[in-house]
């Protein structure tokens, strides 16, 4: 799955809107069935998906701590974690789809 991902430097975490998001407005997003290597982090007092919720600056977004091998250009990072985003009030016009910091 390709994604234009902006970097960023006073983030640090990886953003990938899921495809489930109906907030973070156009781009592309994150099909977990499509991958064979993705998996949600657990919570630490249970076998459910762990929730996440981080703020910066005027952004908020929430979604879903998650596990999966990126990609930046040639170089692959495997089991990376990121935040998969199933709301955030991402800006409308965005050149982006996803954030790495």
Known sequence: QLL?????????????????CQTCNQGRSFQAEE???????EGS?????????VSSGEREIVG????DTLR?????????SFIMVD???LPVGRTWDSICG
């Not at 234009?4 to 495809?19: E, M």
């Open 4 to 20: 234009r991902c902006l970097l960023d430097s006073s983030s640090a975490n990886v953003w990938i809107p899921a495809s489930m």
């Open 35 to 41: 991958s064979t290597t993705f998996t949600l982090d």
């Open 45 to 53: 007092r249970s076998p459910e998906a762990k929730s996440v919720k």
């Open 64 to 67: 879903l701590a998650a596990r």
């Open 72 to 80: 930046l250009g040639s170089v692959g990072f495997e089991n990376s």
């Open 87 to 89: 709301d955030a009030a």
